[in-house]
């Protein structure tokens, strides 16, 4: 990669009805384009704007000659495979357009090793002072035959993370597939438990669908309105309250002590996996 005449475009799903579903791709852009790493950065979505097809023409093609495409993904999928080759009418890995410009097709950030660490230290920052040896940590993703490759992701993970000793218990749970994140109490043993969604951004699954899997969902709603800060009907749907969700770890639930992240890809590291994932394009092609 050289600054001078290299592009980076970060591509994601976003969403039409959850505006925070773009606002981590939004940011690792704004962060990467700040390092001035590569002479431009740009991203784009298959459900909000700009949409794939614009970003065809993002970059001026006799100041760019290479763009390098990291698909801000958990895994390969219908998404990566399909969906933004065909959009951005890519032919393999790598690319040549008719004016020169050579595209670079790279892997998604969920594939990168340093994804476990992001996971590691998501995990002890919400449980800070709680000795990991004494506590199981529960990596949740979607689960069901639409999302076998994310499934499969969090079971990688997990496996990882097992390996190093650090944890009670790892477990990769599901919140549609066995086993399922709501049987947390039986799958667990540990009095304190933590549990980080393997998702790319917050929207209904890690605000409003785990929360009440995981039983945190009426707590969070009655200490709102205890407080005076929320009606009933606010404390369960409004945007503040669901941001909320994450600021009132841990939660106590039987006597056990729960702690909730959002979502990993909203990590601010993911922006370095990004940079990595274009430099490894190069190192092993």
């Known amino acids: 990669m050289t600054s001078d005449d290299s592009a980076l475009l970060i ?56 763009v390098y495409v990291v698909p801000n993904f958990i895994s390969e999928g219908y998404f990566t495979q399909t969906v933004v080759p065909r959009e951005l009418g890519l032919k393999g890995r790598t690319t040549k357009r008719s004016d020169g410009q050579i595209w670079k097709y790279c892997e998604p950030v969920g594939n990168h090793p340093l994804m476990t660490d992001l996971l590691l230290r998501r995990a002890h920052q919400i449980a800070a002072g709680i000795p990991e040896s004494e506590t199981s940590l529960l990596i949740v993703a979607h689960g069901t035959d639409l999302n076998e490759n994310s499934a499969a992701a969090a079971k990688r993970e997990a496996e990882k993370i097992r390996s190093l000793g650090k944890y009670a218990a790892v477990l990769n749970v599901y919140m549609e597939e066995p086993p399922l994140v709501s049987d947390w109490r039986k ?21 409003e669908d785990i929360p009440a899997l995981l039983g945190i969902a009426n707590q ?42 959002p979502s990993i890809g909203t990590d601010p590291g993911v922006a370095d996996i990004i940079i990595e994932q274009a430099a490894n394009f190069d190192a092993e092609s």
């Open 11 to 66: 591509v994601a799903h976003g969403s039409t009805v959850n505006p925070a579903s773009s606002a981590p791709t939004l940011a690792h852009t704004t962060e990467i384009r700040r390092r001035k790493v590569f002479a431009d950065v740009g991203c784009a979505f298959w459900k909000e704007e700009p949409s794939l097809r614009d970003a065809l023409f993002l970059f001026d093609s006799q100041s760019v000659r290479e």
């Open 187 to 207: 799958l667990t043993k540990t009095r304190n438990v933590v549990v980080v969604p393997f998702f790319i951004s917050d929207g209904l699954h890690s605000y």
């Open 220 to 261: 969070l709603s009655a200490r709102l309105r205890s407080a005076g800060r929320h009606t009933a009907r606010q404390a369960n749907s409004s945007h503040a309250a669901r941001g909320e969700i994450f600021r009132h770890n841990p939660y106590a639930i039987d006597n056990r002590s729960l702690s909730y992240a």
